[in-house]
T-cell receptor
Framework: GAVVSQHPSRVICKSGTSVKIECRSLDFQATTMFWYRQFPKQSLMLMATSNEGSKATYEQGVEKDKFLINHASLTLSTLTVTSAHPEDSSFYIC???????????FGPGTRLTVL | AQTVTQSQPEMSVQEAETVTLSCTYDTSESDYYLFWYKQPPSRQMILVIRQEAYKQQNATENRFSVNFQKAAKSFSLKISDSQLGDAAMYFCAYRSGNQGGSEKLVFGKGTKLTVNP
């Protein structure tokens, strides 16, 4: 149980375009989802916390107008990278919390490459 | 703000041997959770073990165990009988346990574990 999927797993886009990444909890409902960014050989950096039906809470330094988060249902959160630039190239990971401990279960990640 | 420190960027161990990964943290909270996550080359984050701060007994999951020293704010991970599949990045993480508190995980920088055959 507690499986989280992400789609797509890899995406390549041109500079200036927008890219949407989906995060789904497959076998449970998640009131809270998290979006992380991970640079090569580095730790996970929390970008935002997403609560179903309300606005996401962004971490300091994360541009909310550039990284749009929508948590429309208890099983789906989306991250849209708007007007992507090469510096946005990274590995994006989502997680969803569930269970007695509100434990975070992680998706497999999405590798974004902006040309 | 809470911080998590992993002082060993890289560690190596021989197959079937035991290795200990270090983690220290800083917090003023009394109720919290500590986690070890594994990130293999596939980059899928996998929970290895969880420790509740209010529990004195160290958590154990098969070959994985922790040494939780609350006063010293230390939370090391011991891997016994190391296997080639244990090779991965290991991240120590902290989460507040206060009711109504943040569910955010605070991660350390990670330790890359290599298992030599």
């Amino acid at each position: 149980g507690a499986v989280v999927s992400q789609h797509p797993s890899r995406v390549i886009c041109k500079s200036g375009t927008s890219v949407k990444i989906e995060c789904r909890s497959l076998d449970f409902q998640a009131t809270t989802m998290f979006w992380y960014r991970q640079f090569p050989k580095q730790s996970l950096m929390l970008m935002a916390t997403s609560n179903e039906g309300s606005k996401a809470t962004y971490e300091q330094g994360v541009e909310k107008d550039k990284f749009l988060i929508n948590h429309a249902s208890l099983t789906l959160s989306t991250l849209t990278v708007t007007s992507a630039h090469p510096e946005d190239s990274s590995f994006y990971i989502c997680s969803a919390s569930a269970g007695f401990y509100n434990e975070q279960f992680f998706g497999p990640g999405t590798r974004l490459t902006v040309l | 703000a809470q911080t998590v420190t992993q002082s060993q960027p890289e560690m190596s161990v021989q197959e079937a041997e035991t290795v200990t990964l270090s983690c220290t943290y800083d917090t003023s909270e009394s109720d919290y959770y500590l986690f070890w996550y594994k990130q293999p080359p596939s980059r899928q984050m996998i929970l290895v073990i969880r420790q509740e701060a209010y529990k004195q007994q160290n958590a154990t999951e098969n070959r994985f165990s922790v040494n939780f020293q609350k006063a010293a704010k230390s939370f090391s991970l011991k891997i016994s009988d190391s296997q080639l599949g244990d090779a991965a990045m290991y991240f120590c993480a902290y989460r507040s346990g206060n009711q109504g508190g943040s569910e955010k995980l605070v991660f350390g920088k990670g330790t890359k574990l290599t298992v030599n055959p």
